[in-house]
């Protein structure tokens, strides 16, 4: 098969992506070991294409906003809508020129920014979406309120969503959201596990080797949980006084306004002296960190299927996650990690307390058990189950030989 993908998110070493980013990458490649081609249709600031690998990726510029709209305050608030439209609408003219010279057999579109809004009901090529969030739910966990311009977002999504041949979530969590407030019929097909890489240890040699830290890595926000660290942290580090804490990551903010990282110093106070934050890292470069951690904190108020927390199990870390979160779907309470209660730095404090005082026997038993789970995951073989949900969607579609409808013809909103 030749398959697609559109998104507003792609991970290369020098532009470091969130989790979205590494799904594509990470499930392109393992398209691409099977025998398919992949192209991948990046929404990003410029136009080119290069090749990864095997897999083809072209990228086609955003939509700039209109200079004019500064001056129409009624149009100007519902302006970033009309501009995820008008850069769906290019992204779209890049997929129908390379199906013109090499037919796509079937398009997976992300939820997040709809890139692939231009190509529902093209008549050709089937669509199937996957769904990363809920954006309403992921924002209110942000802390952020929903502006005009948002409500005509969700919109967008929400038809992007409806009008699919197809969609597929990662988790029950999310499929079961997006069921219950919008009546949606979700698929789950679980992400991926992430593959052996190369690794560089030269960060780590310099900076960690030798020292007992929890780690703390990805978008740091308040979706993250990022907050509540500072809080549950205190007393763990004063009577653990080797123990640092290790941020790596993109800082988001507070929805104060304040830098994350501004909130963790406050809120360790003195201890911040133990407290080591770090840009996004390359992958080759965070795995020794997410190796020699003793922990890695995640105390999310929702998520998919954590790629990050994939990762660290991957390695043998334990993971100290949240209830209801989907983190609920991969870590097993006690035995491959820990699970506390959502916005509860009390509970995550005793999550942490009851990783540190296992003793070095039960820590290896944890790490066994850890690694078994992963080797299960693995055998599911995840990569294969994507490929036969694209055959059973191909096959239902009625797909034939006319070739791709105009814009017009499908009713998509035209905005130049």
């Not at 809004?117 to 996957?130: K, S, T, W």
């Not at 404090?349 to 058990?369: D, I, K, S, Y």
């Amino acid at each position: 098969m030749h398959i697609a993908f559109m998104t507003p998110e792609y991970y290369t070493p020098e532009r470091p992506t969130g989790g979205l980013g590494v799904y594509v990458r990470k499930t392109a490649m393992a398209l691409t070991v099977r025998g398919h081609r992949v192209s991948v249709f990046l929404q990003d600031h410029s136009r080119r294409d290069w090749l990864d690998g095997a897999v083809h990726v072209y990228t086609e510029a955003r939509a700039r906003p209109w200079p004019w709209l500064r001056h129409h305050p009624w149009l100007g608030a519902v302006a970033p809508g009309i501009r995820q439209v008008r850069s769906a609408r290019r992204l779209a003219v890049c997929v129908r020129q390379v199906h013109a010279r090499d037919p796509i057999d079937i398009i997976q579109v992300s939820n997040f920014m709809t890139p692939g809004l231009a190509m529902l009901g093209n008549g050709r090529i089937p669509v199937i979406c996957r769904a990363s969030s809920y954006t309403p739910l992921w924002r209110a966990a942000f802390g952020n309120v929903r502006s005009p311009a948002q409500y005509l977002c969700d919109g967008l999504e929400l038809r992007q969503f409806t009008q699919a041949q197809a969609i597929f979530a990662p988790s029950q969590f999310l499929a079961g959201i997006l069921n219950r407030f919008e009546g949606l019929a979700v698929d789950v097909i679980r992400t991926p596990l992430p593959e052996d890489g190369p690794v560089e240890t030269e960060f780590f040699e310099k900076t960690l080797k030798g020292k007992r830290y929890l780690l703390h890595f990805g978008s740091l926000s308040r979706l993250k949980g990022t907050d509540l660290i500072g809080a549950a942290l205190p007393s763990i580090m004063e009577r653990h006084g080797s123990l640092w804490l290790v941020v790596i990551g993109e800082d988001h903010g507070s929805p104060d306004g304040r830098k994350m990282l501004d909130v963790l110093r406050q809120d360790l106070g003195r201890l911040a002296a133990r407290l080591l934050c770090h840009a996004p890292l390359p992958h080759e470069v965070l795995m020794p960190v997410i190796a020699g951690a003793e922990g890695v904190l995640m105390p999310y108020r929702a998520d998919n299927c954590s790629n990050a927390c994939l990762e660290a199990m991957a390695q043998g870390v334990p993971v100290i996650g949240t209830l209801h979160s989907s983190l609920n779907e991969i870590i097993a309470d006690g035995k491959t990690g820990f699970l506390v209660r959502q916005s509860d730095p009390v509970s995550l404090a005793q999550g942490v307390e009851r990783l540190l005082f296992r003793t070095p026997e039960q820590r290896n038993m944890m790490r066994q058990e850890i690694l078994k789970g992963v080797d299960a995951m693995r055998s599911e073989d995840r990569v294969g189950q994507l490929i036969q949900y694209y055959a059973r969607v191909l096959g239902r579609s009625g797909v034939n030989k006319r070739p791709l409808e105009s814009e017009a013809s499908v009713g998509i909103l035209h905005i130049p």
